[in-house]
């Protein structure tokens, strides 16, 4: 199989159901997938990864009070196969699952909508997670930590693979990006309060799961996130990408 027929049947999902509490604190007043980052939305630059990726057929998970963003998807979005799902979900790992059980029978990247990162690192993403082993669930890492609570994963450098999930400490931190494959793992008969808690059951039960190391995201929490994100990274206002 090409790569270009690979990457066409590669399937996206971003998960923008979170409530956006701690910017909604510092001020900010539309839903999160609307905050903006270098005078566009988050929303807007999770697309745009998507679109320069060459992936159009995008899940995106939304909850009941983010009306301006299904009415900005429904304004600025038409150039995509877009499954919108507007649901209050009662967490991280429900929202995943929604998201999730959209993209089955094929390889899928999900993203999180507060993810800030250039174009090119999620091209890296896509293209290193797609030569993974079939069964593997593949999930962005970096060295860079600037979240509040990050997880925690240590890192086989000899493989990729993810021998460890979750504690105070690790090699590197999860980065809002993960690859599943076509034949996702069995679902663990337990529920989960959060979806790191499901990753760290995945390790646990011996699913194999590899990281990609990028170099520096930015998960977009607080209005300093905002900030930082303009500053460090490139290209935020004019990046524009072709397919």
């Keep these: 199989m090409t790569r270009a027929s690979t990457v066409s049947a590669i399937r996206g999902g971003i998960i923008a159901a979170g409530e956006g509490s701690r910017l909604r604190a510092d001020g900010f007043r539309v839903s999160k997938p609307m905050v903006q980052i270098g005078g566009r939305p988050l929303i807007d630059h999770a697309l745009d990864r998507f679109r320069a990726t060459g992936i159009r057929k995008v899940t995106v998970g939304i909850n009941e009070a983010s009306d301006d963003c299904r009415q ?11 499954d919108v799902i507007v649901r209050s979900t009662p967490s991280s790992y429900a929202t995943f699952r929604l998201v999730a059980d959209r993209l089955i029978d094929a390889p899928a990247v999900v ?21 993974f082993p079939d069964d593997a669930v593949v ?13 925690w994963v240590t890192l086989d450098t000899s493989n990729g693979r993810i021998r460890r999930i979750g504690g105070s400490n690790g090699s590197h931190v999860t980065a809002g990006l993960y690859w599943l494959p076509a034949k996702r793992p069995a679902a663990p008969a337990a529920d989960f309060a959060r979806l790191r808690d499901y990753l760290g059951a995945l390790v ?7 990281g990609v190391v990028l170099p520096c995201v930015f998960d ?20 524009k990408s072709e397919p």
């Design 111 to 131: 993203t999180t909508v507060d993810a800030i990162l250039p174009v090119d690192q999620f091209r890296i993403f896509v293209t290193s997670a797609s030569r």
């Design 72 to 82: 900005w998807l429904k304004a600025h979005a038409g150039d995509f196969d877009l």
């Design 204 to 210: 646990a039960a011996g699913q194999p799961v590899y």
């Design 220 to 239: 977009i929490d607080r209005a300093r996130d905002v900030a930082a994100a303009e500053s460090a990274v490139s290209g935020l206002q004019r990046e």
């Design 139 to 151: 999930l962005g890492v970096t060295a860079h930590v600037d979240d509040e609570n990050p997880l």
